[in-house]
């Protein structure tokens, strides 16, 4: 592995106690085709940002299996297996794929175990760094109980086939059932300048020193816009995104960024947005947008 020309932004977070990884880190769903199905339109293209974002530094790398479905994990693999000893992969459990892209819910026994194994074959690992038991649907978290299949998650981790347990798209309620079962090092939910609805749960975990990645910290398929966002950047003479991430960055040291990207040119946009500094001024003004 290349030694990166300049510090990560953020430096590192060390999750469940022995796993040090760049707190900004990459997030894989863009790779693969339109909607998040099929094969990725330029390959050579998707390993290159796989290699780049290794190259530059970065530990962390989130997926799933669902994505594609396979694709995300294949490319993965073909681009940086046999892994950096020090790449942590994450990846998540709990839907699947339909022909017509959508994510039904996976969360019986068996199919958490399916998906799990399906993660460690497309892979090519013997054991998972972290998986995360993804609840709720497309909308954001749903209520409900969150037991039967995290505890199936437990039980693969007793098996050695888990090393770190998370959850993800969860409500607090299921944040606390999860850690009343056992240890989790992350929860990973919808959070950004303008979706501030885990306040509270981010600083409850930075109290207790869990990480929180937020998903979607650009917006997703509709990107941030605010008239305070803008005039942000326009005296920062940065681009919104970029001060979206810095924001991030900036607003508590659990946070883990995951951008995405399918460009090396945007993925080192995003991590120079995300090292900018924004001054107490700025944070006042972008805190606004979402109060």
């Not at 530094?57 to 694709?71: L, V």
């Not at 497309?122 to 760094?129: I, K, P």
Request: aromatic share 6%.
């Amino acid at each position: 592995m290349n030694t990166p020309s300049a510090p990560l932004p953020g430096g590192l977070w060390t999750l469940g106690g022995d796993s040090a990884v760049t707190r900004f880190g990459y997030g894989a769903m863009q790779l693969a085709g339109p909607w998040v199905m099929g094969p990725p339109a330029d390959h050579d293209g998707a390993l290159a940002v796989l290699r780049e974002a290794v190259s530059l530094g970065i530990t962390h790398i989130d997926t799933s299996d669902a994505y594609g479905p396979r694709i995300t994990n294949e490319l993965i693999r073909e681009a940086l297996h046999p892994y950096p000893e020090s790449l942590f992969i994450a990846t998540k459990v709990g839907a699947t794929r339909d022909a017509q892209g959508g994510w039904p819910t996976a969360r019986r026994p068996e199919d958490v175990r399916k998906q799990v194994h399906e993660n460690l074959e497309s892979l090519g690992v013997e054991a998972l760094d972290l998986v995360n038991m993804r609840m709720g649907d497309a909308q954001g978290p749903q209520p409900g109980s969150i037991t039967e299949a995290f505890e199936t998650l437990v039980d693969l981790q007793r098996e050695g086939l888990i090393r770190h347990l998370g959850v993800s798209n969860v409500t607090a309620e299921q944040v606390a059932q999860a850690r009343g079962i056992a240890p989790i090092v992350c929860v990973q939910n919808m959070y950004n300048l303008a979706h501030r609805h885990d306040d509270d749960l981010v600083d409850h975990l930075t109290a207790d020193g869990i990480a929180y990645v937020p998903f979607f910290p650009l917006g997703g398929f509709t990107p941030l816009q605010s008239e305070a966002l803008s005039q942000v950047a326009i005296r920062l003479e940065a681009t919104p995104m970029s001060v979206a991430l810095a924001w991030l960055m900036q607003r508590s040291p659990n946070i883990l960024l995951i951008p995405g990207t399918s460009s090396t040119a945007h993925l080192r946009e995003n991590i120079a947005g995300a090292g900018l500094s924004l001054s107490e001024e700025d944070v006042a003004e972008l805190d606004s947008i979402g109060h």
